[in-house]
């Protein structure tokens, strides 16, 4: 069966430090991989999808980047966090359809102090 | 622009008290319309997925419906442990999945 990782599950910095969560995914090879923020009360924001190693879209401009150095590893960072940057990230993989709900990974709360 | 709402924005149910979620979507070319149930602190659960106006799909005291402009998830005697925030959202080809805000269900005992 398939299993998503994410961490750390809670994550406190102060403005201007780095930041890089990761997520991995096992049993399953080629997911399509996402990064998803979900602000309190809103939608869940699709921040950056993956169909493959290397290849990353962007969905908001922004303070963040991605990227997939291995098949089932995703990486979101930044050089310099901002307090908007504060949030629940969430990872997320799926296939392509017809078997295309998404998985979700645990999440981690970002607070940018 | 493909959109999807929900409501009610909140909802406090006593146990038994059965009742109905909405999501309302525009979203061009619907593949499938997707629930799921979110825990406080935790990531999305995946639910149902509706393909076409007129299904319905149940699991325990969950009942999802589509039509061709909503869908319901219609709670039937709910528990304590049914209290969560339930998410849909719209998918279609060549597109990312469209979520709504969500509904907070509070179930009382």
């Known amino acids: 069966s398939q299993t998503i990782h994410q961490w750390p599950a809670t994550l406190v910095q102060p403005v201007g430090s780095p930041l890089s969560l990761e997520c991995t995914v096992e049993g399953t090879s080629n997911p399509n991989l996402y990064w998803y923020r979900q602000a309190a009360g809103r939608g869940l924001q699709l921040l950056f999808y993956?169909?493959?190693?290397?290849?990353i879209s962007s969905e908001v401009p922004q303070n963040l980047s991605a990227s997939r150095p291995q098949d089932r590893q995703f990486i979101l960072s930044s050089k310099k966090l901002l307090l908007s940057d504060s949030g629940f990230y969430l990872c997320?993989?799926?296939?392509?359809?017809?078997?295309?709900?998404?998985?979700f990974g645990s999440g981690t709360q970002l607070s940018v102090l | 622009e493909d959109q999807v709402t929900q409501s009610p924005e909140a909802l406090r149910l006593q146990e038994g008290e059965s009742s109905s979620l909405n999501c309302s979507y525009t979203v061009s070319g619907l593949r499938g319309l997707f629930w799921y149930r979110q825990d406080p602190g935790k990531g999305p659960e995946f639910l149902f997925t509706?393909?076409?106006a007129g299904e319905e799909k149940e699991k325990e005291r969950l009942k999802a419906t589509l039509t061709k402009k909503e869908s319901f998830l219609h709670i039937t005697a709910p528990k304590p442990e049914d209290s969560a925030t339930y998410l849909c959202a719209g998918h279609s080809y060549g597109q990312n999945f469209v979520f709504g805000p969500g509904t907070r269900l509070s179930v009382l005992p």
């Open positions: 993956s169909v493959g190693i290397g290849q």
């Open positions: 997320a993989w799926n296939w392509e359809p017809p078997h295309e709900k998404l998985f």
């Open positions: 509706l393909y076409s």
